[in-house]
């Protein structure tokens, strides 16, 4: 399973980003998908995730009313809506697929990741 990351850039603080994770094939559809990111020096954290229905979703306090993460189940993509955008969301984002249909906020609940796609908030 691969999957895609794309959508980061640079954007002013308070701007607007779209990122989109598409899977390469299917396979991913009933299962749970995430975003994490990293920034230099610190280690991957949550940031949003969604079930395989797109029903429920779970988000870090840090991002909780600015980001929406949704998806598109019979494209197998997910996408991460960024709205009102910090200098501290600064950081290379990251898409996952996770090992059951729950989302899931650790690391460790998900079996496949994206390559990464950066996104710079400048202030």
């Known amino acids: 399973v691969q999957l895609q990351a794309s959508g980061g850039g640079l954007v002013q603080a308070g701007g607007s980003l779209r990122l989109s994770c598409a899977a390469s094939n299917g396979i991913v559809k009933n299962n749970g998908m995430g975003w994490f990111r990293q920034s230099p020096g610190k280690e991957r954290e949550f940031v949003a995730a969604?079930?395989?229905?797109?029903?429920?979703?779970n988000y870090a306090d840090s991002v909780k009313g600015r980001f929406t993460i949704s998806r598109d189940w019979p494209k197998a993509t997910v996408y991460l809506q960024m709205d009102s955008l910090k200098p501290e969301d600064t950081a290379v984002y990251y898409c996952?697929?996770?090992?059951?249909?729950?989302?899931?906020?650790?690391?460790?609940?998900?079996?496949?990741w994206g390559q990464g796609t950066e996104v710079t908030v400048s202030s």
């Open positions: 996952a697929a996770a090992r059951s249909s729950r989302p899931s906020t650790t690391t460790r609940g998900y079996a496949y």
């Open positions: 969604i079930d395989w229905k797109g029903g429920n979703s």
